[in-house]
């Protein structure tokens, strides 16, 4: 079809029936639709609003994104907590120590933590790890020469 046939059209494909629609004349919507994920069939107001959607609902469930979505942040928490962990024991094992410092001195005094080097010297967390890395993965021929 030549060009000028599509003028003044906004074609899209649905993923929901995989029909070409128009949607300058109106939302294309399903109602009820089965969810993608756990093939429960609901109401439309059950589905997130999603512009770019050609019924401008999301094709999965609200509960299934809030679950996949409690799911994953589960998954980085669990992550991030055994990379705390790791992180602490790297440290300890080539002797960097956790020091509280006072910030402000009052009746109420603040602290903060401080890493330390072996040599007590304060370094960045970043600073310590990248230092323990480079120093894991030196080859005999990256040894300083003297």
């Avoid at 399903?30 to 429960?40: M, N």
């Avoid at 080097?117 to 967390?125: A, M």
Wanted: glycine share 4%; with cysteine.
């Amino acid at each position: 079809m030549p060009f000028w046939y599509f003028a003044g059209m906004d074609l899209k494909s649905c993923g929901y029936c995989k029909e070409t629609v128009d949607l300058s004349t109106g939302p294309h919507i399903h109602d009820p639709k089965i969810c993608k994920k756990c093939g429960q069939t609901l109401p439309a107001e059950a589905y997130d609003r999603w512009p770019s959607s050609a019924d401008g609902r999301r094709h999965v469930c609200s509960q299934c994104v809030t679950d996949e979505s409690a799911a994953g942040r589960a998954q980085r928490v669990i992550e991030k907590d055994k990379q705390f962990r790791d992180d602490k024991q790297k440290l300890k094992e080539h002797r960097y120590r956790w020091t509280r410092r006072i910030v402000q001195r009052s009746p109420d005094p603040i602290f903060r933590w401080a890493l330390l080097d072996p040599q007590g010297q304060e370094v960045s967390k970043e600073q310590a790890l990248q230092d323990i890395d480079i120093a894991e993965n030196l080859e005999p021929d990256d040894y300083p020469i003297y």
